[in-house]
């Protein structure tokens, strides 16, 4: 059975959708003096924007680019593993890396296909508090200059862990819903239906991608 027609829309439209709604379209405004993970999260942004701006790359180049973006700006094998659960422990290395790989694809495309979704728009930094030693999450909100009266930003937060001297996305939440944990959870469901194998699970991400990258809507159950 396939992946449900909600982890699609969900992860789409949103995982893996905001670390990269924000690379997106928008521009990073710290409303204060910004603390070293806030300004992390601001200048890592205004990098995504430049690379998914730039008219002069054509469009492999502009995708080889923001792959090594998003590999910087996040902990792809972390939260990888993270999302696959605890068939990670059963897994061989090869079928492990072999997940990692079509989940970092599968991150890629997400994030380009929703490009457009967010021209235009306006990510603010609201402020940051620290869980734990080196473990952050910075807050913001998309604001959309075109919205009407009432209308509410959406909140979006970013989960940043100090690895070594080096900052790190590790999760997102979007208007509350921590996209990791979410994904996890489908993961998990598509994984008992399916023997626990992730091989099926790669390829069903695969089939995702290639989807996502041809313009069409996720695969239904």
Sequence with gaps: MHLSAAFGTRVRGAFFVSVMAASFGLAALPARAATPAETFVSVNIQKGLTILGNRNLAPADKSARFRDF??????????????????????????LNAFVDAFHDFAVGVYESRLSAYSGQTLKVTGSNERAPGDYIVSTVIVDPNAQSGDQPLQVDFRVEDENGRFVVIDVSVAGIWLAI???????AFLDQNQESVPALVSHLKQLTRQIRNGGPPPSE
């Design 70 to 95: 998003l590999t910087e700006l996040t902990d792809i094998r972390r939260i990888a593993l993270f999302t696959l659960g605890p068939v990670k422990r059963t897994a061989s290395p090869a079928d």
């Design 182 to 188: 979410e994904e996890r959870d489908q993961f998990t």
